[in-house]
């Protein structure tokens, strides 16, 4: 028995997941077994996109030297973060479509870790599913989860799935 096989044997009465991704190759591991146990469980799944809060001031005034420039930078990053989470939503669900997984979805602005609480306790969920943070090395930003905050504030399992190839 494999570990994916492992993990989707011992969450045979998850019927709501709620996932934490974004994107990434991590997320899309943690979005593939989500969707995998959905599938054998007839469940249902609730993604969860955070936007970390550090990107709500991102103006790079460091080197923009006046406030319409300003505006003009801060209006293009919204637009193509929002162009870009818009894909991810529509991929994740045209998977979830295919495998007749009901599916429903949130974006939220703030601390991941947080968000992910929050969501949970608006909700009734029966796990919640996150990728593992890039190994070093990995191009990429990395917005961290704090596991601390998460595991101490969440009221079910988590499962965090491996990076891929690891």
Not at 106 to 116: E, F, H, I, M, T
């Amino acid at each position: 028995m494999g570990r994916r096989d492992f993990f989707v044997n011992r969450t045979m009465k998850t019927k709501h997941i709620l996932l934490a991704s974004h994107g990434t190759a991590g997320g899309a591991a943690a979005e593939s077994l989500a969707l995998e146990i959905c599938r054998e469980n007839a469940g249902r799944l609730h993604q969860l996109i955070v936007v970390p809060d550090f990107w709500k001031d991102m103006m790079g005034d460091d080197w923009l030297n006046n406030a319409v420039t300003q505006i003009r930078f801060g209006n293009y990053v919204e637009n193509q973060l929002q162009r870009e989470i818009a894909e991810h939503v529509e991929l994740t669900a045209a998977k979830a479509k295919d495998a007749g997984i009901p599916y429903s979805n949130v974006l939220k602005l703030g601390k991941p870790a947080d968000c992910l609480i929050e969501e949970n306790n608006a909700a009734s969920f029966d796990l919640a599913v996150i990728g593992s943070p890039r190994p070093k090395g990995t191009p990429g930003l990395r917005s961290r989860m704090n596991l601390e905050t998460l595991v101490r504030g969440l009221n079910i399992p988590l499962l965090i799935v491996p990076y891929p190839g690891k």
